[in-house]
């Protein structure tokens, strides 16, 4: 009698087991990132550093609150043979900006502001500002009035007119004298220079990228009277505890500092001088720019992406309220801004709070791969990230590449997280 309840007490743990396994195994397959996808991720990376397109590539995923993936290829530093891991330190270039963005955006909450208040509300610096209009037959700068000021809006979805090109007549010389962006200018030198720079074109007619979120950087910095790299530090950065994010790398973490790569050709890599490629990095500079600079680790903006596809709140502490990231994470821009520079090259997007914003589905499979209501961004050295709240999925992707994405990586890594876009799905 005992030796028969014994063995039914042990079939009866083999089928809980049974059944808790198979219940686990059904709850990895719902996941996007599942073994299939595992498996392209690997794939995917790893050729890019076997093509020697790439010297090192790291990446790391969370779905529904879970690591769903993590593995680095390749070498953060080729000729001091330093294997790309995952406490290494990138430059992130432009994905600084929904950082400086959420950093203005606790202002916000505050009632310190409102979207659409003229800039120069805060900061007569941008105040009565002129709009180019080409040049007369001798090469001087034609300008008419704005037809409205610049607002908040403006600098937070890349439409306030702020020129970004070095070949437009007689605007882009005045551009480079000026020198808006110098490491030796402060924030308020810097907004003076911009402010005194005629606008490309009429506020919120246009969409291009540029100086807006340095701009942010200033507007925090005049707005809650405090320096913008403590403000972000203390509002942002430090609450979160991402501890590795920050404008200057400290003597005893410059051997986790990748380099930083050229890509001259196929399978063609030049290793970058550290004094070239990490000269902003390497000291302390009056600019604290909003728009560049910060230098991250994988975990540090996975922690910053994970707070975003939380809500605003991520291990009991709120940067930010839950409507005000869906109101960063909404496109801002009207059907009527036409002109969108190169912003289509993204997918079918729009932009919010200093994030592209997905708002349609892949019309062909060479689009970027994504899902609506998708927000993200990326740098000049080729990094990405994007948060995915349908899935609750947030990707980080890490490279030191220049110039900006000339292999197709971030279509491919897109690809090998969700699967090829299948224009023709089976009913």
Known sequence: MIKSLKNLLSISIGLALLLSSCTKQEEISDFIVNEGAVARLDSTLQAYVNSGNV???????????????????????????????????????????????????????????????????????FANMKVYQGVDENGKMILVDAERPVTIRDITRHTAGFPNRDNIPGLSEVMKEKDARSYENTLTVMAEKIGSTPLWFQPGTQWEYGQSVDVQAFLVERISGIPYKEYVQEHVLGPLKMNDTRYVVREEDLDRFSAAYQRTGEGQLTQMPDSVAHAFNLKKWPLTPGGFGLTSTLDDYMTFARMLVNEGTLNGTTILKPETVKLMATNHLPDSVTERSWLPSKGRVGFGIDFAVRTDPPASAEEMNGVVGEFFWDGAASTLFWVDP??????????????????????????????????????
């Open 55 to 125: 010297a090192g590539i790291s990446a790391l995923i969370y779905e529904k609150d879970q690591e769903v993936y993590f593995n680095a290829f390749g070498f953060a530093n080729k000729e001091k043979n330093i294997p790309m891991d995952r406490n290494t330190i990138v430059q992130i270039y432009s994905m600084t900006k929904p950082i400086t963005g959420t950093s203005l955006m606790t202002l916000y909450e505050e009632g310190k502001f409102q979207l659409d208040d003229p800039l120069e509300k805060y900061a007569p610096e």
């Open 390 to 427: 349908v899935n609750e999925l947030t990707a980080v992707m890490f490279v030191q590449l220049f110039p900006y994405d000339g292999i197709s990586l971030h279509k491919n890594f897109r690809d090998a997280v969700y699967g090829k876009i299948d224009m023709n799905p089976t009913p």
